[in-house]
């Protein structure tokens, strides 16, 4: 699961042109929702986001990390209208 997030924000990082880009430095927070909050711990999702705007981005930038324990924003993304 620490991969799957690394994996993500590389390929949303300027570093994968296939895929939509996005500010990764201007981005002040970051929401994780499903199974991966389950799955690692607070401490292992933003040491692993810590680590990429380190050594990736070259960055001191951490944004903050909001995590949905409780499927809420997930289940909203999924209503049909």
Do not use: R
Request: net charge neutral; hydrophobic share 45%; charged share 15%.
């Amino acid at each position: 699961m620490q991969l799957a997030i690394f994996l993500v924000l590389t390929k949303m990082s300027h570093y994968k042109q296939a895929y939509i880009n996005l500010k990764l430095l201007s981005i002040n927070s970051i929401v994780l929702t499903g199974g991966i909050t389950k799955v690692l711990s607070t401490d292992e999702i933003e040491d692993i986001i810590s680590f990429f705007y380190k050594k990736i981005l070259n960055s001191q930038h951490n944004p903050v990390t909001i995590l949905d324990y409780n499927y809420d924003i997930w289940t909203l993304g999924t209503k049909a209208e």
